[in-house]
């Protein structure tokens, strides 16, 4: 079955660091999204990238997608301690059932 | 707020109890999606809406759990005679169906524990 995996489990950065975390798939996709989850709350979107695009900005954030490597990354510039969450990749199924990946726990010392 | 939302927050309940979460989505949103999510990890994918029709059910789900969405509005999710493993957080999300690019706006969940 479709399921991200992200890479590293957890991140800890000084604030004012990049942050780059990875997300690998197994199979081919439409799209694939970008969500944060800070602790005990629902998870918020953050950047979409189509199949077809390589590279999307958005913000102080980056994402690229290798369709050729089944990847994708996320670069968070300059970070804050607000930035403190964990983050997942998502990508929906030909069933439309979402799936997403492990997650990664970012942790931005003030 | 215009979010979506869910009631309870949290839920503490007794083993072999029956239990019954509600998700209120954003209005205008078509589709309407359930989540199990246990400490760690991310969201598993349980079960989705198009308005009032359930559409695609989870392996996960197993018999104990029966969603509703009546009128494509509100949906609830009941889990009857809870068990242990059914301790997680329980999102709820909506979306708007274009065609499977539409980001999920998702409620802050109901946490349940059971004792």
């Keep these: 079955s479709q399921q991200g995996e992200e890479d590293p489990q957890a991140l800890s950065i000084q604030e ?40 999307k900005h958005s913000g102080r954030l980056r994402v690229t997608l290798d369709t050729s ?42 | ?21 509600r998700c209120d989505p954003i209005s205008e949103h078509n589709r309407l999606y359930w989540y199990r999510q246990t400490l760690g990890q991310g969201p598993e994918f349980l079960t989705y809406f198009q308005n009032e029709a359930q559409l695609e059910k989870s392996r996960l789900l197993s018999d104990r759990f029966s969603a509703e969405r009546p009128k494509g ?9 809870t068990e242990q493993g059914d301790s997680a957080m329980y999102l709820c999300a909506s979306s708007i169906w274009t065609g499977g690019d539409q980001p999920q706006h998702f409620g802050d969940g109901t946490r349940l524990s059971i004792l």
């Design chain 1, 69 to 110: 490597k089944k990847s994708s990354s996320l670069l968070i510039t300059a970070s804050r301690a607000a930035d403190t969450a964990s983050y997942f990749c998502a990508m929906p199924n030909t069933g439309n059932q979402f799936y997403f990946g492990t997650g990664t726990s970012l942790t931005v010392i003030p």
């Design chain 2, 1 to 21: 707020d215009t979010g979506v939302s869910q009631d309870p927050r949290h839920k503490i309940t007794k083993r072999g109890q029956n239990v019954t979460f």
């Design chain 1, 16 to 55: 004012g660091e990049n942050a780059t975390m990875n997300c690998s798939y197994k199979t081919s996709i439409n799209n694939l999204q970008w969500y944060r989850q800070n602790s005990g709350r629902g998870l918020v979107h953050l950047i979409l990238i189509r199949s077809n695009e390589r590279e």
């Design chain 2, 73 to 81: 509005s509100f949906s609830t999710l009941e889990i009857q005679r």
